[in-house]
């Protein structure tokens, strides 16, 4: 299989809650890894592919909450993979920060 992200991503473990765009419950999850470019998001309850959702978590690196604008772009069981969309300078920083850790 090619790899076709952009992005490295990093393993990491962080509860979240997200919303999908139209809808009010927010659903429950844990982050499994993240990049610039998305994260995997692990949840018994994965958005349709395609929704648009906003991810709330506590970034390592991090004592607030933010929040990550994406687009699901594919599920499967267990989870589903978010694109990230238009990101603000505090996230693109953590994010940064947890690849920076990453590396030996």
Not at 57 to 75: F, K, M, N, Q, T
Request: glycine content about 12%; proline content about 7%; overall charge neutral.
């Amino acid at each position: 299989m090619i790899e076709q992200r952009r992005y490295a991503r990093f393993p990491i473990e962080c509860p979240l809650f997200f919303s999908v765009k139209g809808q009010r419950e927010p659903r429950e999850g844990v982050a499994r890894d993240i990049a610039l470019g998305g994260m995997f998001v692990e949840t018994t309850e994965p958005a349709a592919f395609g929704d648009e959702v906003i991810v709330r978590v506590v970034l390592p690196g991090s004592a607030d909450e933010v929040a990550l604008p994406g687009r699901v772009r594919w599920i499967r069981d267990g989870g589903m993979g978010v694109q990230f969309g238009l990101l603000g300078a505090k996230e693109t920083h953590l994010i940064n920060a947890i690849d920076r850790a990453s590396r030996p």
